[in-house]
């Protein structure tokens, strides 16, 4: 049994090869006996990430892609970026320091989920962030950020 009172769902073309990545790469667990299918199609999925329960089932024919945005804090965002390309992931921004204490990076996973990775390094303090947001290399840091954001949710078929 899960207490959040949010579960997000991910509609994917393929949520079996969903449910594989995210067991690879973000040491997701299926929940068992929450699998229902109607023929080739997964109508309902449920898998734990970090305590937190995601859902997931197939589109269905002709849907459009719905890509989600979700946020996961992880131990190493470097290693998870490499173990998200290794699985056929795409890094979207790589390991970048930002100013509020996190090395954040984006990648988006074979079905076209889009997810911000975090590792927290640092407690810093309201004034701290806005001394850092001032820095010359923070404020690079935040611009690749965003350019590469930019860029991403402005390729073709992004």
Known sequence: MHTSSL???LIS?????????????????ETPGARVASGDRIMHAEVVLD????????????????????????K??????????????TVITRA???????IAGRFRDPQGHRW???????DVSPDEMTA???EPRHREAMAYVAESLDAEMTRPGG
Do not use: C, M, N
């Not at 305590?51 to 992880?74: E, K, S």
């Open 7 to 9: 579960a997000p769902w």
């Open 96 to 102: 970048t320091e930002t100013p509020f204490g996190d």
């Open 132 to 134: 850092r947001f001032a």
């Open 116 to 122: 911000w990775i975090h590792q927290h390094v640092d």
């Open 76 to 89: 190493d965002v470097a290693r998870t970026l490499d173990e998200a390309a290794a699985h056929g992931g």
């Open 51 to 74: 305590g937190a329960a995601l859902l997931l089932f197939d589109a269905g024919p002709g849907w459009p892609p719905t890509p989600a945005h979700l946020r996961v804090y992880v």
């Open 13 to 29: 073309a393929d949520t079996a090869a969903e449910i594989d990545f995210l067991r690879a790469v973000l040491g997701a667990h």
